[in-house]
């Protein structure tokens, strides 16, 4: 089973900030959390993925709360190409070895205009 | 361009048949995974290879079979033991290291 909860679904505003919650109360110390994203019938697409620290590039932000329990994965500037299904998801395994991906259903994300 | 191809990108396959799954990357990737999603699922864990010649069983593993001869290839092929074989099928890999996966566009099989 996924170690995340998610919403099922969002809505957000076109140019608004996009804030998608996850709660992993289970994580361990030595866990990562990443975050994807799958529009209609691709492949996922990789978005971020953080530690402790609060992590930022060209597609996301994202925090994570000081006791690692959820974080939040923000798009500053949500368009009309953003609406997708985003997976939030704790990497199995320690930092040195492969671990593998356990997706839950995710949100679904609708970006209207 | 670096990237994962999977072909191809419909199949058909009637009930009893073997059908195999190609997956080619040229990331130069050590691990590489198949999953399966079904409608409105998420994906679920068939196989992963983290070396050539070494494989491991997912949490789905049975129906299927895998090999890994080369770094850049590992196909899987869906015997006719899955009793539901239609779904979308995705290929990832990923480096050694922490990282993000890479995914593949999929292969939607169809049983008919």
């Known amino acids: 089973d996924a170690k995340t909860t998610q919403p099922p679904s969002m809505d957000c505003a076109e140019g608004r900030a996009a804030n998608l919650p996850c709660n992993h109360s289970?994580?361990?110390?030595?866990?990562?959390v990443y975050w994807y994203r799958q529009i209609h019938s691709q492949g996922p697409q990789y978005i971020i993925h953080g530690l402790k620290n609060n992590e930022t590039n060209e597609m996301a932000s994202l925090i994570i709360t000081e006791d690692r329990k959820s974080s939040t994965l923000i798009l500053p500037h949500a368009t009309l190409r953003d609406t997708a299904v985003y997976y939030c998801?704790?990497?199995?395994?320690?930092?040195?070895?492969?671990?593998?991906?356990?997706f839950g259903k995710g949100t679904k994300l609708s970006v209207k205009p | 361009d670096g990237g994962i191809t999977q072909s191809p990108k419909y199949l058909f396959r009637k009930e009893g048949q073997n059908v195999t799954l190609s997956c080619e990357q040229n990331l130069n990737h050590d691990a590489m995974y198949w999953y399966r999603q079904d409608p409105g699922q998420g994906l679920r864990l068939i196989y992963y290879?983290?070396?050539?010649?070494?494989?491991q069983k997912g949490d789905i593993a049975e129906g299927y079979s895998v090999s890994r001869e080369k770094k850049e290839s590992f196909p899987l092929t869906v015997t006719s033991a899955q009793k539901n074989p239609t779904a979308f099928y995705l290929c990832?890999?990923?480096?050694?290291?922490?990282?993000?996966?890479?995914f593949g566009s999929g292969t939607r099989l169809t049983v008919v």
């Open positions: 290879s983290q070396i050539v010649n070494d494989f």
């Open positions: 990832a890999s990923t480096p050694s290291w922490v990282g993000g996966y890479t």
């Open positions: 289970t994580i361990s110390g030595n866990e990562y």
């Open positions: 998801i704790v990497r199995v395994g320690d930092g040195g070895s492969q671990g593998n991906l356990i």
